[in-house]
């Protein structure tokens, strides 16, 4: 699990010192690094969506991720724990909430934090996740910066859903398959696009809703 570790410190040590400058950045500053941010994120969405080669298993895995997203309320019940936490940090930042969400989202959706999680439990191989690190660590900067705290403990996502991947590695290992990447990437991709497309404040889209598609597209790809 070494690629998580690192990964996790780097979002840890990035926060931070976006954090140390924050304050200090005029909020007309702070909301013209927000949205460039915003801007790369939708290229990098872009450019995932692409990659997918199944349309209709990748419209499919959307429509039907989001509709039982929706009736479990993913969303809600990620923006209740960031609520609980800030609570529980005594933390007093009205956007704690949208930097945890945000921040949590970016990090884990998309193929790299898939198959460098899974590479890494396998073979040992940290190079995809440590990759992924160096891209955390800056984005955890500029989120950091103009979100506050809440970027900090997103960490913890970092940790949890890396380090799942990576213990599961053994039954996820088909997931490695360049099809299966291919279409993997499109889903994270396009749950990306609306997370930038959210940042840009053009609609307030529910992506963590969204993020049953993963699971889904990731069964479709491995056996049909």
């Not at 692409?50 to 039907?64: C, D, E, F, T």
């Not at 936490?85 to 989202?105: H, K, M, P």
């Not at 705290?149 to 360049?178: D, E, N």
């Not at 404040?201 to 049953?212: C, E, F, H, M, S």
Request: hydrophobic share 55%; with cysteine; net charge positive.
């Amino acid at each position: 699990m070494l690629g998580t570790w690192v990964n996790t410190a780097t979002v840890l040590a990035g926060s931070t010192i976006g954090l140390a400058f924050g304050d200090r950045l005029p909020e007309r500053l702070k909301q013209s690094v927000f949205t460039g941010l915003g801007l790369i994120t939708m290229s990098i969405g872009i450019s995932m969506v692409i990659k997918g080669s199944r349309p209709l298993v990748i419209v499919g895995s959307l429509v039907i991720g989001g509709v039982i997203g929706e009736l479990i309320g993913i969303e809600r019940e990620l923006e209740r724990f960031a609520g609980w936490l800030q609570r529980r940090a005594r933390v007093r930042s009205g956007d704690f909430v949208r930097g945890f969400v945000t921040a949590s989202i970016l990090f884990c959706v998309g193929p790299m934090t898939v198959v460098g999680s899974i590479q890494d439990g396998v073979s040992g191989d940290s190079t995809l996740l440590l990759t992924k690190s160096v891209m955390d660590g800056f984005s955890s900067i500029a989120l950091a910066a103009t979100t506050g705290v809440g970027v900090l403990f997103s960490a913890a996502t970092v940790i949890i859903v890396q380090g799942s991947l990576t213990l599961l590695s053994g039954l996820l290992s088909a997931l490695t398959r360049p099809a299966a990447i291919d279409q993997l990437s499109a889903v994270g991709g396009l749950l990306i696009l609306g997370l930038a497309i959210r940042m840009l404040g053009l609609k307030d889209i529910r992506v963590a809703n969204y993020l049953p598609a993963l699971v889904i597209v990731a069964v479709a790809v491995v056996w049909f």
